[in-house]
């Protein structure tokens, strides 16, 4: 962003804390610096040079969970999460809790694969001991196989129409059964589906923390996977990738991909889970702030839902706050995560469902982990592992291989 248009932005802002209304960071501390007002006002401050940059003010920009929620708030519509993307590749070098992570990252997030296979060894001989001690937070395990290795599809004769997959970390390293869901149901309902073995970070974690050239090194090396193969559709299952690509791709690299869907998105336009029956169960929805905040789709998933017959969908009050967890900020913000957490367990244990379903791979890692540490019993579940169950059973076996 050059500064006139910065400069610009940030004196769009009134003052009127509407967004304040709606912040998880302000609403859990009720410190005005912790709020989005207060963000707008100290970025304005450092480019007006009234502030210096340093630690305390990059801990206050650094602790926002880019969620999105104060944006539908602004009655001047200011972009709120991109003015924090901007404020954070000007103060990412005062930022001190970042530092090993901002070095980690730009060396190694072009060989992720490597970093966490030898994660994974140290995931097994040292982790698990002390996370089963009750020392350190719940993490799946690291997959011996990413999605993205496990499925590469070129040809398929028959097909509807080819899609991708942008599998995103979350499913490639944590959680490759929802990737393993969703290209299940694609295949059965007649699709080609493409999973590039090539596939990088979205660039999200990157822009996090003020790392945009690296960010946009990423999105370029995914765009020229997309370019390679016509598909009428890239789906994914994590709402962060969906955003990135669909509305920061356009910013971070120049290119708008016009084909990129959430998977919710994709499965109504294409009547995927019309007439689906499943066995009798209460659920109840959470809204991913990247999803809902982010992309506006909240109506899909409940819908999708009430559509399978044998499930019943009850809300939780305030469906559509944060988990807490919003990537790294769930570790370098440990007790306003937990606290954010905490609400929503709470919202969801209120309610007669054992099972919660949503649309995002982080929101089960924070809702598994907070259910954990508060000793509350519910299943977690992403929205395509109701349907895959709904179309195949539970314990039919998984393809996982395609003829090429
Ligand atoms: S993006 Fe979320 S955490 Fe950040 S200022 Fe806006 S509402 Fe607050
Ligand atoms: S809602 Fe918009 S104009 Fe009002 S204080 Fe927040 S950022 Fe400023």
């Known amino acids: 962003m050059i500064d006139t248009d910065y400069y610009y932005k940030l004196s769009k802002c009134v ?120 020392m350190l937070r719940y993490v799946p395990e690291i997959t011996s196989t990413p999605f993205k290795k496990r499925v590469q599809v070129k040809k398929y004769i028959n097909k509807i129409s080819r899609i991708i997959i942008f599998a995103g970390c979350g499913v490639n390293y944590f959680y490759p059964e929802l990737g393993d869901a969703l290209s299940s149901i694609l295949v059965t309902k007649g699709y080609e589906v493409v999973v590039f073995g090539g596939e990088v970070c979205c660039g999200a974690p990157l822009r996090s923390i003020g790392l945009e050239k690296e960010a946009s090194k990423l999105a370029k090396k995914n765009i020229e996977h997309f370019n390679k193969v016509r598909a009428d559709a890239i789906v994914s299952l994590c709402p962060t990738c969906t955003m990135s690509i669909k509305e920061q ?93 905490r609400k929503k367990i709470g919202s969801i244990s209120d309610t007669s469902a054992g099972t919660v379903v949503t649309s995002c791979p982080g929101c089960i890692l924070q809702l598994e982990n907070m259910k954990k540490e508060m000793g509350v019993d519910f299943s977690v579940r992403h929205v395509v592992e109701i349907i895959d169950e709904a179309m195949h059973g539970y314990l039919q076996l998984r393809i996982t291989n395609y003829e090429i």
Not at 38 to 63: H, N, Q, T
Not at 263 to 292: Q, R, W
Request: charged residues 25%; proline residues 4%; contains cysteine.
């Open 249 to 341: 791709y356009p910013i971070i690299a120049g290119s708008t991909i016009t084909n990129i869907m959430d998977i919710n998105e994709f499965i109504i336009k294409y009547g995927i889970a019309e007439g689906l029956e499943i066995d009798p169960m209460t659920v109840t929805y959470h809204d991913p702030c990247h999803l809902s905040n982010g992309l506006g789709i909240r109506d899909e998933p409940r819908h999708i839902l009430k559509s399978i017959k044998g499930i019943e969908l009850v809300e939780m009050k305030n469906a559509n706050d944060c988990c807490g967890f919003a990537g790294l900020f769930s570790s370098h913000f440990k007790e306003i995560s937990k606290s954010i957490g």
């Open 15 to 134: 003052r009127c804390g509407s967004c304040k209304s709606a912040c998880p960071t302000y609403l859990t501390t009720l410190n005005e610096t912790m709020g989005a007002r207060g963000r707008i006002a100290m970025l304005d401050g450092l480019v007006k040079k009234r502030l210096k940059p340093s630690k305390e003010l990059a801990e206050k920009i650094f602790s926002c969970m880019l969620c999105g929620a104060c944006k539908n708030q602004c009655p001047t519509g200011i972009d709120i999460p991109e003015i924090i993307y901007h404020g954070r590749t000007l103060l990412k070098k005062s930022y001190r809790k970042g530092r090993f992570l901002r070095t980690a990252l730009k060396y190694s997030i072009s060989r992720l694969d490597t970093l966490l296979s030898i994660l994974r060894v140290g995931q097994k001989l040292f982790y698990r001991p002390l996370q089963k001690a009750g």
